[in-house]
């Protein structure tokens, strides 16, 4: 009986160059493993002072964003009761 990890050609003969095969799958594994574990924490590193950046970035657009929806919204639902109030609040978030 054979082995499940055998192949063999339809002639019955055995696959050739199986280890050869065999051999360069597994180099161009480990390469591959060792260059990502060489030059990944390098490349992260490089962009580590713009990702800072860019988030700060995106809080102060998201903050601005957050602040244009709730006046707007204050806008339309202001009416004469509510005027004084709608205004102290609109003012308010305008120094945001």
Do not use: C, W
């Not at 990890?5 to 280890?19: V, Y």
């Amino acid at each position: 009986m054979p082995l499940p990890f055998h192949i063999f050609l339809a002639n019955g003969g055995p696959f050739p160059e199986r280890s050869l095969i065999i051999f360069i799958a597994a180099g161009v594994i480990l390469v591959t493993l060792i260059l990502a574990s060489i030059f990944l924490p390098l490349l992260a590193k490089s962009e580590k002072g713009n990702t800072e950046e860019l988030k700060e970035e995106m809080e102060r657009s998201a903050m601005i964003r957050s602040v244009d929806a709730a006046i707007s919204t204050i806008r339309e639902l202001m009416n004469d009761e509510n005027h004084a109030v709608a205004v102290s609040v609109i003012t308010s978030y305008s120094q945001i």
